[in-house]
Structure formats: C-alpha cells, structure tokens
C-alpha cells in the first residue's frame, strides 16, 4: 500500500470545532498546530494544540475535540499537553486551554490516571511563571475541572458546565444549580462569565493584552487611550477605578464572589496594574472578599504587577456566622498576602477605612494616599466613642462626639502627623499621584528572609 502524502493526511483529520476556536482564538493566519497527527488506537488525539499570535504576541494554546471520543484524556492528549506547557515555559509565554470533554478514556484504565496526573503535574509547574487561563466552553467535571481551576483565571460560557462530581449522582440533592457557570461564578471558581464562545474567546484575548508574558517581563501596552474622566468622592468601586484607569482597558473579575468587593486588571499609562476597591456594596468585608483579594493580590505579586487599592470599608464582618464560618482564617489570609507582596503596594483611602480591613492592608503598603475628609479608625467611631468617651454621653450629646472623634482623633490629618498616611490629595489629583507614586516604586526591590515560602494561612 502506498505511502499517503501530507495532504493526504490532513484531508483525512475530522472536521473540529476545537481546531476552529482556536484559530478564531489567533491573529489571522497565525496558528500553528503541533502534533496534528499524535493519536492511540488507530484515532488522532482527542486535544488540538499548537500556537499562534494575539495581537503580536505569541501564546500556546489547546483545545480539547469533543469529536473525538467525546474529548476523552487519555495517554495521547496527555503527551501534547505535557509537551505544550514545556514549550510555553522554555519560551515564556501564556497558555490558553480550552475545555470541552465528557471526562477521561475509562478503556485507558490506569494509563487515563496517569494522563491526567501528568497534566496537572505540568499545570503546576508553569504556576507563577507564565499566565494560564482555562475557557469552559463545554463540558468539563471530575479532574479536568481540578486542573481547568488550577489555571490563573477560568472563564466561562453561560452555557458550559463545570463541577467535580456530576450533580446527578451526588448525594446532596437540595442544591440547585450545581455546576452551571452561575454557580462557579458565586463560589469563585470562575473569574468571568460570558454568553457564547465568541465573547469568552475576546474576553481572553482582553486578559492577553494587559497580562505580561511572564514572570520576567514587565507588562504593558500602547492599546488603550489615556483617560480625561473626572474623579470625586462620590464614585464607587467600578466607576471609580475606569475613571483611574486608561479609557478601555479594565477587565473586572470575579465580579459575582464576595460582593462587597472588587477586583479588575486594567493599565494606567499603558502598564499593567491590579485594582482591588473594598467599596462596591458598602458593606463590610466578609470571607469570601477577604479570600478573593488575596487571591487576586498573590497574583499580581507573581508576576510583579503592581496592586492599587481603594480603601473604603467599616472593616471585616465579625458576625457570630462569619466567626463560624472561618472569617478570622481568610482575613488572616488577607493580612498575611499584602505583607507578603513584594510588587508596588499603593492605597488610596477615599472615606473611610477602620479596624481589621485597614490592618490589613494599608500598612503593607508603599505609599498610602487619602482624601482629606476621610475617617481613619480603630473601630467605628461611633462604637470608639462609648469606649472611649462613655462618660460624657448624656442622651443628647452623641452625634457631638463622634463627630469631634472624626475631626481629631479619627483625621487624616491625625495619621499623617503619625507617618501613617503618606500624602493627603484632592480627588482631581488623584490619577496624577498614583502615576507618580507608580514610578517612584517601579524599581522597587525587596529582600526577604530565607525560606522556601510562607506558611499562609488557607
């Protein structure tokens, strides 16, 4: 029988949604697919990998072929894997995966176990190193989900479905919901969630563009316009930070987990930053904000890029169901991360910030900016004043008091004169002053202790 040529090959590889998202997924004529013709028991395998340009840039990517044996991990699929992340680490460059399978190749037995440990155990590696980001554009349970979320970020089509066991035969069936996009956004799981394919696959794109290619390189780019928008202290949270940022580039995340806070990468002045902003609700911060920023924190540490948070909080929660809950251990974690961080820490206090959520992060900074009419406190300063002014209150006299408490003891004016404030700005100076306090640490350099890492607290 004679040899089959080249095109005869490719002519024969099945038509593949996986091939065509990851081609949409790529600067026009970019992509390049590697091990097109990898494959077990007589079927190509059931992944699609290869590499390409997104806006210039080169990024690894795979996308798993539900046309293949229902997009079924096996031995095969695992060795492109492996062998792509070992090409994004000698190159550092990001890796998109993209998910869509109904779990692993049971006919593999112990070999499909094998396969997915051989991922995940190359998933870990590039931690830190390169950005991952997994899309769920399909079905994807079990390990893979495990391994989906081990990435940077994981987004999500409204339609996918994510989860470790199948809800079906899970014993608990009183919870709605389970491993549907809405709920991996309420849990954390996933960090954004879109209608279709077409806007995950731009919304990963988005994350390319501000994201650094690794741990190395500092990010930035000339993409977005420079912002003219006026500042006050009215704004909160989302308005506050896009009238900071430059005009375009902000990519909120995780918007769904822990409401009270907010979480975006954006660029000012065309580099890369990590906006955190404790204020979307106005209420306190509860356990799942707290797990959220220092998620979010270690990140941008990671890959050195620089953390700007807007403090605006009455401090974290402490209701006996958050104390139950584990409260304490994830504002410990919160604590524990800003110290950690050694990227450029600037915070900007626009109100208010008192107790454990200014402990916990203002200190640990740079720099720290405020507003002049904020209210900076131990606790809040209605409770300081019954402990520290109990004696003097007659039934009349309460709104006196807290009031003074807030002019003198509790002023910005009052921690500058302590070194704890560093500069006390008015809200139309407020880009002007981060920039600079951005350049100021653009060199900065931290020397720690040696060890392996901290024990943090999780």
């Known amino acids: 029988m004679a040899r089959k040529t080249l095109a005869e090959m490719e002519q024969a590889l099945p038509e593949s949604k996986a091939r065509e998202r990851l081609i949409s997924l790529f600067d026009e004529d970019s992509f390049v697919e590697t091990g097109k013709f990898v494959g077990s028991g007589g079927e190509t395998a059931s992944v699609i990998t290869g590499y390409g340009l997104i806006d210039g840039e080169t990024v690894y990517a795979f996308s798993q072929d539900i046309s293949v044996k229902g997009g079924a991990v096996n031995s095969a699929a695992a060795a492109k894997l492996v062998k792509l992340y070992d090409m994004a680490v000698k190159n550092g460059s990001p890796v998109v995966g993209i998910y869509d399978s109904k779990g692993g190749d049971i006919a593999e037995g112990a070999a499909m176990l094998d396969a997915y440990s051989y991922i995940a155990n190359a998933s870990a590696k590039l931690s830190g190193v390169v950005p991952q980001i997994s899309l769920v554009a399909g079905l994807c349970a ?7 979320c081990m990435a940077d970020f994981v987004v999500m089509t409204e339609q996918s479905e994510f ?30 969630v879109v209608k279709d394919d077409k806007n995950a696959i731009e919304a990963v794109k988005k994350l390319i563009r501000i994201l650094p290619a690794n741990n190395l390189e500092l990010s930035g780019n000339d993409y977005y316009a420079e912002n003219d928008a006026d500042i006050d202290i009215s704004l909160k949270a989302d308005d506050m930070v896009k009238a900071i940022a430059d005009k375009g580039s ?35 911060l509860s356990a799942d904000d707290c797990a959220k ?16 948070t807007v403090l605006d909080s009455a401090g974290i929660g402490g209701t006996q169901a958050a104390e139950l809950a584990g409260s304490v251990r994830d504002a410990a974690k919160l604590a524990q991360i800003y110290a950690a961080a050694t990227t450029a820490k600037i915070t900007l206090i626009t109100e208010k910030a008192y107790g454990s959520a200014y402990c916990a992060i203002a200190p640990a900074s740079d720099m720290v900016l405020a507003f002049e009419d904020s209210v900076i406190s131990a606790a809040d300063p209605k409770a300081a004043v019954i402990f520290l002014k109990g004696d003097q209150l007659d039934g009349t006299n309460e709104a006196a008091l807290i009031q003074e408490y807030k002019d003198n003891e509790a002023s910005v004016f009052t921690l500058a004169a302590n070194g704890s404030i560093d500069r006390v700005i008015d809200p139309e100076d407020t880009r002007t002053a981060i920039l600079s306090a951005l350049d100021t640490f653009e060199g900065k350099r931290v020397h720690s202790p040696q060890r392996k890492h901290i024990n943090f607290v999780y």
């Open 293 to 308: 920023i220092a998620r979010f924190v270690s990140f941008c540490d990671a890959f050195s890029i620089p953390v700007i």
């Open 142 to 148: 079990g390990t893979a989900a495990m391994i989906a």
């Open 250 to 284: 902000v990519a909120e995340l995780y918007s769904d987990f822990g409401a009270a806070s907010y979480t975006a990468l954006a660029s000012m002045s065309w580099k890369t930053v990590g906006f955190v902003a404790t204020d979307k609700t106005g209420d306190k």
């Open 163 to 192: 989860f470790m066991t199948a809800p079906f035969v899970s014993e608990d069936e009183t919870f709605k919901g389970a491993g549907t996009s809405a709920n991996a956004a309420k849990s954390g799981a996933a960090a954004i």
